[in-house]
């Protein structure tokens, strides 16, 4: 059998000529030029084949390549080398934190911002984005998760260094590839900054282990017991007895993240509507910056009305921040539940706190439609909740073992 090619075709004079070819037989088409700054041809992916699945050269796809290889060619006859060869990463990063960094809000600022600076300090403003490549990428993974830097990119002694969680290496990682895909489609002169993205294609570090701990009944009932029957104080604030437990219940009946259960108002109540009222979650607060109505539980809706009796202000924020203005803070609220594990009995497991709560929510919900599941809980898809959130149980695993032994097995042969 005849050894199946790649497809290749070439055009321009020597100095300007530009290749295209298929890396491997029906694999995306690439482009490639000399480039003087490596002493040899720089290839980068057209994100289009030109083979049909059954092996034929595509006409339109074959000529949509050429005239991009041509034009790539004529640029470089008439010397007009790309304006993104010469784009420094200082230079991308001011233009990035003059035109998107603005529109962010709260941590996801401050934490982009952070990420901003260490890329700068560990890379250096002069260097060249399109430059950037594996060895870079590897480098900051590699400096980040033994500690040798801090979340800055300021470097650390010996005896300061610990090591960092593969998820906040991906982290520094993801605001590199942020930037330069920044780069792709930020236009100059009616020309895109960036060609390419040069991290296309460079893996992100994966968490073997990626899901937390799940808050077990007896757990929740345990923190809900110690959250009614203590006054704790936490530093210089005294904590009102049914503010924990209202949020406890909220975050454990409806699955949805403390930021925004925490940033509920009053008017987002809607006692009168479903079968036991309905919450109306704002696009503002929620993570995907998608709005949702959802119905709750009577145990929700028992823990609002008692707490709407106890609070005047509930018309407002239902949880306000003490002694200042705005919703409580979702880092109070933490050490909070800090608090109650410690009243609880219960030993602290690294992950455990309100986010247990989430993921016990969508566990118990395995044998219901996952797409409703996911509606309720503010899931962006039903991936993310079926691979992390819904976990293996010890009743379910029982119930599908003894299932299958009723199951008689014939084998078509």
């Not at 500690?147 to 960092?164: A, K």
């Not at 936490?234 to 909220?250: A, D, E, H, I």
């Not at 203005?325 to 594990?341: D, N, P, Q, Y």
């Amino acid at each position: 059998m005849a050894r199946r090619k790649p497809w290749r075709w070439k055009c321009g004079p020597h100095g300007a000529r530009v290749v295209l070819r298929e890396r491997s037989y029906g694999s995306n088409v690439q482009v490639g030029a000399f480039d003087r700054t490596i002493g040899g041809r720089r290839w980068r992916s057209l994100k289009f084949k030109v083979r049909g699945v059954d092996g034929q050269l595509i006409p339109d796809a074959v000529s949509r390549a050429k005239e991009a290889a041509l034009d790539l060619s004529t640029h470089l006859i008439h010397g007009e080398s790309d304006r993104n060869e010469e784009v420094t990463l200082g230079e991308l990063i001011a233009l990035f934190q003059r035109d998107r960094v603005p529109a962010m809000r709260g941590r996801h600022r401050l934490e982009t911002e952070r990420e901003l600076e260490l890329l700068r300090r560990v890379l250096g403003s002069r260097i060249r984005v399109q430059e950037l490549g594996s060895r870079e990428w590897d480098a900051i993974r590699r400096l980040r998760a033994s500690g040798t830097i801090d979340g800055r990119g300021q470097r650390l002694s010996p005896d300061e260094r610990t090591p960092t969680a593969e998820r906040t290496v991906a982290k520094t990682l993801k605001a590199l590839r942020q930037l330069c895909r920044f780069g792709t489609t930020y236009r100059r002169n009616g020309r895109p900054l960036l060609a390419f993205d040069p991290t296309a294609g460079l893996q992100l570090p994966v968490n073997p282990d990626p899901g937390g701990p799940v808050c077990t009944d007896d757990e929740y009932s345990r923190l809900l017991a110690a959250s009614q029957g203590h006054q704790m104080r936490v530093g210089n604030r005294n904590m009102v007895p049914s503010y924990l437990s209202t949020l406890l219940v909220l975050c454990a009946e409806t699955g949805r993240r403390i930021g925004a259960v925490v940033a509920l108002r009053g008017e987002d109540w809607l006692p009168n509507e479903g079968s036991h009222g309905m919450l109306r979650w704002r696009a503002d607060s929620d993570k995907l910056r998608r709005r949702a109505v959802t119905p709750v539980t009577p145990e929700v809706r028992e823990a609002l009305e008692r707490h709407r009796r106890t609070h005047p202000n509930f018309h407002d924020w239902m949880f306000p921040a003490p002694n200042s203005h705005g919703h409580i803070s979702v880092a109070l609220v933490s050490r909070w539940f800090r608090c109650c594990e410690k009243l609880a009995g219960l030993e602290h497991e690294p992950g455990f706190g309100y986010h247990s709560l989430r993921r016990a929510f969508a566990t118990k919900r395995k044998a219901l439609p996952v797409q409703d599941v996911a509606a309720l809980g503010g899931w962006k898809g039903t991936q993310v909740l079926m691979n992390l959130y819904q976990r293996a149980d010890v009743d379910a695993m029982e119930k599908v073992l003894l299932e299958g032994q009723k199951v008689e097995l014939r084998v078509v042969r």
